[in-house]
């Protein structure tokens, strides 16, 4: 991985969560109340984090060992608990705001690729004005049949075409393996940023790794 790379980005994808915004304290509060709402032991708060970032339904059964059915379920329980204002207990990373704007400025088009729920993705990106910075958002479908981050990648890529954008060289910035992963599918380099909820073991896909808001810049911008 190569902290110094330099090139001209024809369109930049952005992850939400531990990414553009430190989500972690909503999530995990919603992962409680759920747990303890379905009958089961709650996690220690570390544990918790590790859901932030992968599609929920997978992360229910890879870790806490749901049947589908149970899965289902636990993601009902909490969308229902994570709507409306417990959602914004949440705050955007310094710097980040302002790298958005110049992106746009710069005329680059910019797209959300979140696995958080399209509609819950764009409420927070409104309420921090910040989805005036982009070009599309796409996040996972109400149905979960586009939750995976190469589906959600393509989904972007695909909105950005329609909307005349030259996706020839796009690059997609994030915070887990899942992103670059994700990414990669789509024959897309990905940036890491260390300020999120990934750990470096996660990191080993990425194109790139970055540790400030001034340094992702200096990658995307020149």
Do not use: C
């Not at 992360?59 to 060992?65: D, L, N």
């Not at 409420?123 to 958002?137: D, G, P, R």
């Amino acid at each position: 991985m190569n902290p110094t790379l330099t090139r001209t980005w024809s369109a930049i994808l952005f992850d939400l969560d531990g990414t553009i915004t430190d989500s972690a304290p909503a999530i995990t509060s919603s992962l409680a109340r759920t747990f303890a709402t379905l009958g089961r032991p709650v996690p220690p708060a570390a544990e918790l984090l590790a859901y932030v970032g992968p599609p929920l339904l997978a992360a229910f059964r890879e870790y806490a060992g749901m049947t589908p059915a149970e899965a289902d379920e636990a993601l009902k329980v909490y969308r229902t608990d994570y709507q409306g204002p417990a959602s914004l207990d949440t705050a955007v990373y310094p710097g980040v705001a302002g790298l958005l704007e110049r992106i746009h400025q710069a005329g680059i088009p910019l797209a959300l690729a979140t696995s958080k729920p399209e509609t819950n993705a764009i409420k927070i990106l409104e309420h921090f004005e910040l989805a005036q910075y982009f070009t599309v958002m796409v996040g996972a479908s109400e149905d979960e049949t586009r939750s995976a981050k190469a589906d959600i990648v393509a989904e972007a890529l695909v909105r950005l075409r329609a909307a005349g954008a030259d996706v020839s060289s796009p690059v997609m910035v994030g915070d887990r393996g899942y992103d670059a992963e994700g990414a990669a599918a789509n024959g897309v380099p990905a940036i890491l940023v260390e300020w999120g909820y990934g750990s470096p073991a996660e990191a080993t896909a990425a194109t790139a790794v970055v540790h400030s808001s001034d340094q992702l810049a200096r990658l995307l911008l020149g």
